[in-house]
């Protein structure tokens, strides 16, 4: 038998590009791929880019440029660009430079096995299309190789909100579900492989509306569902929209036993002025109340959001509502991003907001979402929580896993593995983690 031939995938951006990259190497597998660490003893690199921020194509660019040396030595290395970048870009990416192989976009991935034999022709392979077909139907993995404790499942793609600085809905496409059967099966094939723990994705996740047996299912229904699969015990979900927080959805949280107490809903700002520039079509207030609602079906619940600062033609005042709405809400958890303009979105037209005032400003804001999650985190010292370990920690001994809230729990000197779920005391809060003992 010939060797296998090695895959280095490089993954940037959002948990949805981990799971296509882990569908990518599964159907390259099939061609003989085994996974490496390493680009040097590579036979192909495929880097699975991310187009969120400025500069990212720039950034592909140069690291693309970092493989010249490579390909001079081993002439049959082959190089790909996959992700939202190689959508946005297309042919523009060959053509800038010649190393490149293959540029692939993210609804034509189940082609990947042709692509590849064709770049073994010696000729490029490009597709960018939004193909009909369901590419995850085609994609499935035919190992049934031993999987982690926790898992991404993509239940929906693509955005048709078209929020005024961001680029998903161009480089996913519009917003588009896969049928229930498909992804309970997938969901059961997981915990067949020991997967405990399932985080449904979708850019708009709560926006689902998969074919169900009766008609449409929405993201409420599909986690009733996911909820009977034996051995799965925990359900979670991102990224989800403030306006698809259907009464079923918030419901499921104070009801359903496997969904987790955690959600991330991010609001991007505080003043109604700059959400409706950004076209998000809801305000601070109904935000806000709908958290009131939300921790009205499950008070313990551990809020996470996203936040854009800078916004073109974002004012003190503006900026002061984001504070105010932060400080009312209290996040566990809280990502805060200095705009930065996509060409192409309707907010790259507008008068832009001086770099050392969005500076300043993201810095106040991570100031107080790092103190409130500082807050939260210690109070759970003292409190037993649930623990699905994954993996061993730093110390000798040491185990770490993930409570409810998707807090880091490590424990010490135990005879637990990976795949277990315990209880544990929680005793000590840290920079970025919780230890405790097992009950
Ligand atoms: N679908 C999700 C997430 C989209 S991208 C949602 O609707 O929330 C993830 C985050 O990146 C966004 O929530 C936003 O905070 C940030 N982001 C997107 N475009 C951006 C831009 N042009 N500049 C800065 N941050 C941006
Ligand atoms: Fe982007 Fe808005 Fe769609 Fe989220 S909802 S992916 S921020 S356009
Ligand atoms: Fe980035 Fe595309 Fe995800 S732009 S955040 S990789 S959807």
């Known amino acids: 038998m010939s060797e296998p031939k090695k895959l280095f995938i490089k993954t940037y951006g959002c948990q949805m590009n981990v799971y296509d990259s882990e569908r990518m190497a599964e159907a390259l597998g099939g061609q003989g791929y085994v996974e490496t660490k390493s680009p040097d003893d590579a036979d192909m690199i495929l880097l699975n880019t991310c187009h969120i921020r400025e500069k990212a194509a720039e950034k592909v660019y140069s690291e693309l440029g970092r493989f010249k040396g490579l390909k001079a030595e081993k002439p049959d290395l082959k190089i790909g660009v996959a992700g939202c970048v190689a959508q946005a870009e297309g042919e523009e ?41 369901d590419k995850f139907e085609k994609l499935k993995s035919r190992p049934k190789a031993k999987r982690g404790p926790t898992a991404f499942l993509t239940v929906q793609e693509g955005c ?51 074919a169900g047996p009766d008609g449409d299912m929405t993201l ?7 909820n009977k699969v034996d051995g799965l015990e925990r359900i979670r979900f991102t990224t989800s929209h403030p306006n698809d927080m259907d009464d079923a959805l918030i419901e499921a949280h104070g009801t359903c036993d496997k969904l987790m107490p955690y959600l991330h809903l991010p609001v991007q700002s505080g003043s109604d002025r700059v959400l ?17 609602r939300i921790r009205e079906a499950r008070p313990d619940i551990l809020m996470s959001g996203d ?21 009312e809400v209290k996040y566990g958890y809280a990502y805060s991003f200095k705009y930065s303009t996509r060409p192409g979105t309707p907010a790259a037209e507008r008068p832009q907001v001086e770099a050392e005032v969005a500076d ?57 593995e990976a795949g277990d779920l315990r209880k544990v005391k929680i005793t000590a809060s840290g920079a970025n983690s919780l230890g405790g003992a097992l009950i």
């Open 93 to 133: 990416i060959m053509r800038r430079q010649p190393l490149v192989d293959l540029v692939v976009g993210p609804q034509s991935y189940h082609r990947l096995p042709e692509m590849e034999a064709k770049t073994r022709g010696g000729e490029k392979a490009l597709d960018t299309d939004f193909p009909e077909e």
């Open 160 to 210: 048709d909100k078209f929020c005024a600085f961001c680029v998903v809905p161009y480089t996913r496409g519009a917003e588009v579900s896969r049928p229930a059967d498909r992804i309970i099966r997938e969901a059961q094939d997981l915990v067949e492989r020991g997967v405990r723990e399932i985080t449904l994705l979708g850019q708009n996740v709560n926006a689902y509306h998969g």
């Open 220 to 226: 409420a229904a599909l986690i009733w569902e996911l």
């Open 276 to 292: 409706k520039r950004m076209n998000r079509s809801h305000t601070a207030e109904s935000y806000l109340r709908l958290i009131e």
């Open 307 to 327: 936040f854009i600062v800078g916004f073109p033609e974002e004012t003190d005042e503006d900026f002061q509502a984001t504070l105010d709405l932060v400080e």
């Open 360 to 416: 300043e400003r993201l810095q106040r804001l991570q100031a107080m979402i790092t103190r409130h999650q500082r807050e939260i985190q210690d109070a759970m010292v003292g409190q037993t929580v649930s623990v699905l370990f994954e993996k061993p920690g730093r110390q000798p001994g040491q185990m770490v896993g993930k409570s409810e809230y998707l807090h880091a729990v490590h424990v010490s000197d135990t005879d637990v």
